[in-house]
């Protein structure tokens, strides 16, 4: 690897630019992330792109900023390097520092953000300015990407980026690097970073249930809201098959095989699908590792919001909750309806309803491709014997709309972890921070892999 490309000075800098994005309070809803699109507009011109901001509402734009190759070197189709600048609520009581400090305790950067993905963003950018300033013959169009609107399903960002301007986006873009990857995980002493290649599916459903209205004031003899409950219940409860595809296969063998054949082959045994969930409690003991591995391997579904009467002295004649299913690559919102009858039907016969809100299928990306290829050999290098592994999520980012456009969408966004950190935890959570060294050590990696991928003929 490259000496350093950053001076000490110039990784402050970050430090501070990523404070002042997390300074500027951009939750979804309402979002608002105008003040934070034009912060970083202003830094695109700094460092000589000159940005778009397109979207459709004024209040909640999004930037395109594309850094052109030189047509003799281009041979490839475009990067984007993309990033939300939205972030979920937080709530200032349960925090140490304040959600939008940006407080920096001399380890880590504070703020609803800093992870999920302000970080992403500052590193993305400087990594631009890095690209600009080396002046590197490149072999493709680099794109860098802030949309708004991500946590609250990305209508407002990059679906409307997709739908709306994809020649903002390069039209056809080769490769997308997004969020939720390139991060170490420490296990039993060994250094793992899983790079995300694929993202579960989304089966957002409607369970409705009829019953006879009334005056609450007199016994019911037929209440939907009994009825609602007992459904909900078994929903909650319930275990769906098994579906361990390619993708959940390979990720969980991935994290197996450094500790040795036993290891690899007891983990195979999760995969059956009769053996696979009764032996997962017994291999998994930690409980939300375990969760994250259930997730993966089987469709989810968690009832969530409710619908109904507003009014306290009424029994309502129609009720309803919202279920968010996701489901595992291969299945279908059909395929989760199937398994949800199996459910609710023993519970309630057939008076219910159960129709689709909105779907889309998983995601999944080929590890066979000189990106990954080249991330996987920029890890190694930067970490000797660290162990790179193609993961899945359970959740969605925006790569599900940008596989729209034929990219390939790799989550690498590297960051070095103290090994006591539950990293995980702080995606939504109270007090989410950024490591610092770890962070400048991520800007450095991926500016590195960037200039070496980019500048290959
Ligand atoms: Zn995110």
Redesign the pocket.
């Known amino acids: 690897m490259a000496a350093p490309y950053f001076t000490a000075a110039e990784l402050r800098s970050a430090s501070e630019f990523l404070q002042d994005l997390i300074r500027i309070d951009t939750t979804n809803p309402p979002g608002n992330e105008v003040e934070a699109i034009s912060f970083l507009a202003d830094y695109c011109r700094e460092i000589g792109l000159e940005p778009v901001i397109a979207g459709a509402q004024e209040e909640r734009p999004n930037l395109v900023a594309k850094f052109a190759a030189s047509s003799e070197n281009r041979t490839g189709r475009p990067l984007i390097l993309s990033c939300?600048v939205d972030t979920v609520p937080a709530d200032p009581e349960r925090w140490t520092h304040s959600p939008w400090s940006g407080h920096d305790d001399g380890s880590c950067l504070w703020g609803r953000g800093a992870v999920?993905?302000k970080g992403f963003a500052t590193m993305a950018l400087f990594a631009m300015g890095k690209l600009i300033s080396s002046e590197v013959p490149m072999n493709r169009d680099v794109i860098f990407v802030a949309v708004s609107d991500?946590?609250a399903g990305t209508r407002l960002g990059s679906k409307w980026l997709v739908e709306e301007r994809p020649d903002l986006l390069g039209g056809n873009p080769e490769y997308v690097i997004n969020?939720?990857g390139g991060f170490s995980v420490h296990q039993k002493g060994r250094r793992f970073y899983p790079v995300q290649v694929a993202e579960k599916g989304v089966a957002w459903l409607r369970l409705t249930i009829k019953g006879e209205p009334g005056h609450s004031s007199l016994p019911s003899r037929d209440n939907a809201v009994r009825r609602l409950g007992r459904a909900i219940d078994a929903i909650a409860k319930a275990r769906l098959p098994w579906h361990p595809g390619e993708d959940a296969r390979r990720f969980i063998s991935g994290f197996a095989a450094p500790q040795g054949r036993l290891a690899l082959e007891v983990s195979r045994l999760l995969f059956h699908p009769f053996l696979g969930p009764k032996l997962l409690p017994l291999l998994i003991a930690d409980p939300s590792r375990r969760t994250s591995i259930e997730a993966i391997l089987r469709n989810t579904a968690n009832p969530t919001c409710l619908h109904g009467s507003s009014s306290i002295n009424m029994i309502p004649g129609t009720v309803s909750v919202d279920i968010d299913g996701r489901l595992a690559p291969g299945q279908t919102a059909a395929d989760l309806m199937r398994e949800l009858h199996a459910v609710i039907y023993p519970v309630l016969g057939n008076r219910y309803e159960l129709s689709v809100l909105q779907s889309s299928e998983a995601v999944s990306f080929s590890t066979d491709t000189p990106l990954y290829r080249e991330m996987e050999r920029t890890l190694h290098e930067v970490d000797p014997g660290c162990h790179v592994v193609p993961s899945i999520i359970p959740g969605f980012?925006d790569s599900r709309n940008y596989a729209r456009l034929g990219a390939q969408c790799y989550g690498f966004y590297p960051l070095q972890l103290p090994p006591d950190l539950d990293f995980a935890s702080l995606?939504h959570g109270d007090n989410e921070r950024i490591p610092i060294a770890g962070f400048h050590w991520g800007i450095e990696t991926l500016t590195a892999m960037l200039i070496r991928f980019l500048g290959k003929s």
């Open positions: 939300h999920d993905m991500e946590e969020e939720v980012t995606f």
